[in-house]
């Protein structure tokens, strides 16, 4: 009896043909290897007769990564399987995944062919991807739609060729849990095949039902889930490969399943492919959404604090986060603030409690979330008054030479000191007002991370030029490994980036101090 359900990832194939996923074969590679890192059994890299692209990313992966079986699809045509073949040659271990519609509407509408035909067409193509490959996976496309009775000839043909994998894809979306947990069911039964051959459940999203068809599969019989990271794939994607693992470990008492995902890898699969395809999952997204361990209402938040199992049902950890997030926002309470800010190093009480959570709700109206470097800003801004250093000239010149760099003529004022100036030239106009500011702070800093809004115009407050809209800059500097957050709004995105990078190491410069007169304060 197998208890251990297999994970073929198709990120790299479904995933990637659909629009906005796309990826350049040293994206495919990094996701190739984020991939094996979680363990996966087997990735479908491609499929090698679409383009020369697609053929030289799966040699590459062949080639390079070591652990799961790496698979190229193909249609049931000598020429697919032989590009599959080539692609796949340098992989240790290798499947080749031929497959042909066998619905009557694939049969008539796309393929013209006869039931006949079809069988016939299985049998030879399923035998010649043999001589290339002891793994072949044979899928009946758009099997849900296909007669019960011919499904069943077509995957015992496929099976007697020597197909070790039986897919049955939910090609449209279509099916319900209850439907394919019959099907799966049915064909366990009445499929003729040697032992060893698996069935396997190809399950898309369109009517959001994939995970819950993948895991109804798995009940009927189903010993493989095909699914992709982050639930990509065709129209509204495939099975997502986080949810389905999750679903069967969390709910191993349901399913009775286990996998070979190395769970706490999930994470980081999830965020190599945002980074490869520059899309990120929404929010909301089950596992590896930006809100999955995330709680913002006070009433979670004080649940959470005291035992998480009151929100969660899954450890964070698990899937490679280092801990839930308290999020603070418009909806925390004070419990929440006092403890994200003691993890920062802040004891707030009484007074100074109070004080702060005015200040952060103000900012938590205005900016929704308000994270570690901007709740540090507010805690700044608390404990100096004023800030250190404020922008009183700014003025750049960036020639049209090629070979001559931006020079940025900065002057701040101190609160103490008075007015300082300098000069810094690099290649572009901010990171020479970013270099002389930090030259008169005497504060070395990088920009980490910039948020620009354009803020549209306040019709009544129009400005000369009729427009009257600002750039609003949230922006992130790391200094010595911390980050700090700035914020300004100006007419300009220049001034408004500047103002923010003076922002932010006002906060830095606040911060330090604070920690060294706590540590004079402990001391005395
Ligand atoms: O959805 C589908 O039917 C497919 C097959 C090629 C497996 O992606
Ligand atoms: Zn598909």
Redesign the pocket.
Known sequence: MIDTIRIFD?TL??GEQAPGFSMTEAGKLKMARALAALNVDIIEAGFAAASPGDHAAIKRIAEEIDGPAICS?ARTVKGDIDAAASALKPAKKKRI?V?LGTSPLHREHKLNMTPAEILARIREMVGYARQFADDVEF?A???IRTEPGFLVEALSTAAEAGAMTL?V????GYSTPDEIFQLFSMLSKKVSRPDGVIFSA?C?DDLGMAVANSLAAVRGGARQI?CAMNGI??RAG?CALEDAVMALRTRRDAFGFSTNIKTEQIMAASRTLSQVTNTHPPRNKAVVGANAFAHESGIHQHGVLKNRETYEIMRPEDIGLPSNQIILGKHSGKHALKARAAELGHELDGDALNAAFTRFKQVADEVGIVDAARLMAILAEQEAGEPDWKLSRLDIRSPVAANADPVARIELEHRTRGRISDLASAPGALDAAYTAISQIMDLPARVADIDMQYVAADPEETGDDGQGADVLVDLKAEVEGEIFAGRARARDIIPACVGAYVDALNNALAIRRARTNARGGAAA
């Open positions: 198709t194939r479904d699809l995944h497959f899928s496309e758009d099997a897919n894809p939910d090609t449209v190809h898309h095909e794939g065709e495939n």
